[in-house]
């Protein structure tokens, strides 16, 4: 499962030593020399509702050459499924992205027109969104210039791009990349390129339902790595494999793979790896979870991925697992200081406000580690999450256990790319400011870590209730989410922190952390929706949910109070000790749900608190977000790890660039990691 200010100037000193001690100086004085370093420049290009953004890797000066190799390794491996993640998020991808960057190579005309312009954001939205639909929306994207523009352009360039493919940009077909309304055939309504035409709803369900685990307590991840169709009336799954589905490009991130495997820290490390070129090699699933028992148990060394077809956000059903691949380099102050969460697990366990028989008794291998990005490919960029935690299967998680990660320098660059100008509009008064801008950065960190390292590993089905996918259909991602996120905020009002070190005050801390989500979850994250639309993507319809039901619960005892002032809507934290106790209330409630596998529940909570929106809210933080130059959504472009060989051809250094633009890494992939021929 994945979590989706102040710029210092460094220096570099040399100190000039003269012979012999102070007193034998006579012309020339010892003098430190102290050169300034420009500021990293973290913001690339802004755009539509985007900001595109650069980090850093800290740490990778400390790395030898065969960590570096390895990272290198690890990194060409993930790119080289890039075009996996354009064409499972929509048929036709692959297709229009060569039209129209063949439009934008060739293109000799008038680039001054509006429409060019329009034209270039279009492209550059599509790059940001590994296809047509919105990243975090789902919705089609909306070009602003005419078909018969497109059209135009496409012959002055000797372009082809007709049918379907052209006829979708422009229509209303496909309009949903992931359609999750009630009432409807998800599948059907789905844009998303995970099934066959004219597979349903039953269909997807029937077809696994009769499919049996060798070990029930144990189950497969059925349809994790698959297409489902129809042939001939009958459901047959294209497995992702080599000499399958996306073979050749399978193929490559095996052939890379390999020679990662080559370079690994550690005999464990390499055992997994290899266990991964198996699974892509047969398909098999055994493999798969046999990969991610020796994967979740490799913790040494200070390199680490992941990589395949992972996370199920993007699948209406939550089978089939989107691409994606983000190579890890361990920071070590960071980890040592936040390692206490995991050493802690049981005692979070222990006392939380479960049912006891849905605590674990015995929580297992949580390994919590800050960490620095090196590359980042698939669903997981240029939109990237900031932490993740892993194995997804609740098997191996309470059996085995599972690794969490914070993306340390993606943090530090939204950190540092950003200003507080639309926090000052939307916070009640000075005093949540104060807390927000002294604690918020703090809190988030360690709701991040609460939430992957405590919330995800928390909590046991009952005996016999099958998989979320399973009993929660189309909710399971946003009860999951949600259920994590009430994990960490019911502990970040405790003292529990303080005393392990993590915090000096926990109760600012907490309350910080408090104000920042009642006031996302309730307002301000409405500037991502277009008036009148109802909240789709799970992570926003989770903070929704969790902030709807808490003010509603509350609003006896005033928890929260709803303060109109000059005409302008803020939210008021006036009891955090009876908020802490609701957030425990509506976790005790959403692991009952998960626990016992009860939809009805389910539905009821997301439909009533997760989904509608107050129109007239909306238009006013609309109205309000609109001074705001700042784009609500960013994401990031990755360093470029350039290998230095010698005559040999041996590598002998890896030096680490930037891109200057968006537009000459988007290209630069399309070039260079262009493994899939057309594929629908």
Same mark, same amino acid.
């Given at each position: 499962?994945?979590?989706?200010?102040?710029?210092?100037?460094?220096?570099? &000193?040399?100190?000039?030593?003269?012979?012999?001690?102070?007193?034998?100086?006579?012309?020339?004085?010892?003098?430190?020399?102290?050169?300034?370093?420009?500021?990293?420049?973290?913001?690339?290009?802004?755009?539509?509702?985007?900001?595109?953004?650069?980090?850093?890797?800290?740490?990778?000066?400390?790395?030898?050459?065969?960590?570096?190799?390895?990272?290198?390794?690890?990194?060409?491996?993930?790119?080289?499924?890039?075009?996996?993640?354009?064409?499972?998020?929509?048929?036709?991808?692959?297709?229009?992205?060569?039209?129209?960057?063949?439009?934008?190579?060739?293109?000799?005309?008038?680039?001054? &027109?509006?429409?060019?312009?329009?034209?270039?954001?279009?492209?550059?939205?599509?790059?940001?969104?590994?296809?047509?639909?919105?990243?975090?929306?789902?919705?089609?994207?909306?070009?602003?210039?005419?078909?018969?523009?497109?059209?135009?352009?496409?012959?002055?360039?000797?372009?082809?791009?007709?049918?379907?493919?052209?006829?979708?940009?422009?229509?209303?077909?496909?309009?949903?990349?992931?359609?999750?309304?009630?009432?409807?055939?998800?599948? &059907?309504?789905?844009?998303?390129?995970?099934?066959?035409?004219?597979?349903?709803?039953?269909?997807?369900?029937?077809?696994?339902?009769?499919?049996?685990?060798?070990?029930?307590?144990?189950?497969?991840?059925?349809?994790?790595?698959?297409?489902?169709?129809?042939?001939?009336?009958?459901?047959?799954?294209?497995?992702?494999?080599?000499?399958?589905?996306?073979?050749?490009?399978?193929?490559?991130?095996?052939?890379?793979?390999?020679?990662?495997?080559?370079?690994?820290?550690?005999?464990?490390?390499?055992?997994?790896?290899?266990?991964?070129?198996?699974?892509?090699?047969?398909?098999?699933?055994?493999?798969?979870?046999?990969?991610?028992?020796?994967?979740?148990?490799?913790?040494?060394?200070?390199?680490?991925?992941?990589?395949?077809?992972?996370?199920?956000?993007?699948?209406?059903?939550?089978?089939?697992?989107?691409?994606?691949?983000?190579?890890?380099?361990?920071?070590?102050?960071?980890?040592?200081?936040?390692?206490?969460?995991?050493?802690?697990?049981?005692?979070?366990?222990?006392?939380? @406000?479960?049912?006891?028989?849905?605590?674990?008794?015995?929580?297992?291998?949580?390994?919590?580690?800050?960490?620095?990005?090196?590359?980042?490919?698939?669903?997981? &960029?240029?939109?990237?999450?900031?932490?993740?935690?892993?194995?997804?299967?609740?098997?191996?998680?309470?059996?085995?256990?599972?690794?969490?990660?914070?993306?340390?320098?993606?943090?530090?660059?939204?950190?540092?790319?950003?200003?507080?100008?639309?926090?000052?509009?939307?916070?009640?008064?000075?005093?949540?400011?104060?807390?927000?801008?002294?604690?918020?950065?703090?809190?988030?960190?360690?709701?991040?870590?609460?939430?992957?390292?405590?919330?995800?590993?928390?909590?046991?089905?009952?005996?016999?209730?099958?998989?979320?996918?399973?009993?929660?259909?189309?909710?399971?991602?946003?009860?999951?989410?949600?259920?994590?996120?009430?994990?960490?905020?019911?502990?970040?009002?405790? @003292?529990?922190?303080?005393?392990?070190?993590?915090?000096?005050?926990?109760?600012?801390?907490?309350?910080?952390?408090?104000?920042?989500?009642?006031?996302?979850?309730?307002?301000?994250?409405?500037?991502?929706?277009?008036?009148?639309?109802?909240?789709?993507?799970?992570?926003?319809?989770?903070?929704?949910?969790?902030?709807?039901?808490?003010?509603?619960?509350?609003?006896?005892?005033?928890?929260?109070?709803?303060?109109?002032?000059?005409?302008?809507?803020?939210?008021?934290?006036?009891?955090?000790?009876?908020?802490?106790?609701?957030?425990?209330?509506?976790?005790?409630?959403?692991?009952?749900?998960?626990?016992?596998?009860?939809?009805?529940?389910?539905?009821?909570?997301?439909?009533?608190?997760?989904?509608?929106?107050?129109?007239?809210?909306?238009?006013?933080?609309?109205?309000?977000?609109?001074?705001?130059?700042?784009?609500?959504?960013?994401?990031?472009?990755?360093?470029?790890?350039?290998?230095?060989?010698?005559?040999?051809?041996?590598?002998?250094?890896?030096?680490?660039?930037?891109?200057?633009?968006?537009?000459?890494?988007?290209?630069?992939?399309?070039?260079?990691?262009?493994?899939?021929?057309?594929?629908?």
């Amino acid at each position: 499962m994945n979590f989706k200010q102040i710029l210092g100037v460094a220096f570099v &000193s040399a100190t000039l030593f003269s012979c012999g001690n102070d007193k034998a100086k006579t012309t020339e004085e010892v003098t430190e020399v102290k050169i300034a370093e420009a500021p990293f420049n973290y913001n690339v290009e802004q755009f539509a509702d985007i900001k595109v953004l650069r980090y850093q890797i800290p740490g990778w000066e400390n790395l030898s050459l065969k960590e570096q190799k390895l990272v290198y390794y690890l990194t060409q491996a993930g790119l080289s499924g890039r075009d996996i993640i354009w064409d499972q998020n929509y048929k036709h991808n692959l297709k229009i992205r060569e039209a129209l960057e063949q439009v934008y190579n060739n293109y000799e005309g008038d680039k001054t &027109s509006a429409d060019w312009n329009a034209f270039v954001v279009y492209l550059k939205r599509v790059w940001f969104s590994n296809g047509i639909h919105h990243h975090y929306s789902n919705d089609k994207l909306k070009p602003e210039f005419s078909s018969e523009y497109l059209k135009m352009l496409l012959a002055e360039t000797d372009t082809e791009l007709e049918g379907e493919a052209f006829d979708v940009i422009f229509n209303d077909k496909d309009a949903k990349k992931v359609n999750l309304a009630k009432g409807i055939d998800n599948v &059907s309504a789905s844009a998303v390129n995970f099934y066959g035409e004219g597979v349903t709803n039953a269909d997807v369900e029937s077809f696994y339902k009769a499919m049996q685990s060798p070990d029930p307590t144990k189950p497969l991840s059925y349809g994790l790595n698959s297409k489902l169709v129809k042939e001939g009336g009958v459901l047959k799954e294209l497995k992702y494999k080599s000499g399958g589905l996306y073979g050749e490009a399978i193929d490559e991130i095996i052939k890379w793979l390999e020679l990662a495997k080559g370079v690994a820290e550690n005999e464990a490390q390499a055992n997994a790896l290899g266990l991964l070129i198996e699974y892509y090699t047969t398909g098999d699933l055994q493999t798969w979870d046999d990969y991610n028992v020796a994967w979740t148990a490799a913790t040494e060394g200070n390199v680490d991925y992941i990589n395949s077809f992972i996370e199920v956000y993007n699948d209406p059903l939550g089978y089939r697992g989107s691409y994606e691949s983000i190579i890890q380099i361990k920071d070590f102050d960071m980890s040592k200081k936040m390692a206490v969460l995991s050493e802690n697990a049981q005692w979070f366990e222990d006392n939380s @406000p479960l049912m006891e028989e849905h605590k674990k008794k015995n929580v297992v291998g949580v390994t919590y580690k800050v960490v620095n990005v090196a590359g980042e490919a698939g669903d997981a &960029s240029p939109s990237t999450p900031i932490g993740v935690n892993l194995p997804n299967a609740n098997w191996i998680r309470a059996a085995v256990g599972s690794k969490s990660v914070s993306l340390g320098n993606i943090v530090q660059s939204y950190n540092n790319a950003g200003g507080s100008e639309r926090l000052k509009e939307f916070v009640n008064d000075e005093e949540e400011l104060e807390l927000e801008e002294a604690y918020g950065q703090l809190g988030d960190k360690l709701h991040t870590a609460l939430h992957e390292v405590v919330g995800h590993a928390s909590g046991q089905l009952n005996p016999g209730v099958g998989e979320t996918k399973e009993t929660l259909k189309n909710y399971a991602s946003t009860l999951e989410e949600g259920r994590a996120d009430l994990v960490a905020l019911y502990y970040l009002y405790d @003292p529990k922190l303080q005393e392990l070190g993590l915090v000096e005050d926990w109760q600012k801390v907490g309350k910080a952390t408090y104000d920042g989500y009642i006031r996302n979850g309730l307002m301000t994250q409405l500037i991502r929706l277009n008036l009148g639309d109802d909240v789709e993507e799970a992570h926003m319809r989770n903070r929704q949910w969790v902030s709807a039901w808490v003010f509603e619960k509350g609003q006896a005892d005033n928890v929260i109070e709803k303060v109109t002032r000059d005409g302008k809507t803020y939210f008021n934290i006036t009891d955090y000790e009876k908020l802490h106790k609701l957030f425990g209330e509506l976790l005790r409630e959403t692991q009952r749900i998960k626990s016992e596998g009860d939809f009805q529940a389910v539905e009821a909570l997301v439909e009533g608190y997760g989904v509608k929106v107050d129109q007239t809210l909306h238009a006013e933080v609309l109205e309000r977000n609109a001074q705001f130059k700042s784009a609500p959504y960013s994401g990031f472009v990755n360093p470029v790890l350039v290998p230095v060989t010698d005559n040999n051809g041996e590598i002998t250094a890896i030096e680490v660039t930037q891109p200057e633009t968006f537009d000459e890494q988007m290209l630069d992939y399309s070039n260079r990691y262009n493994f899939l021929p057309e594929v629908n």
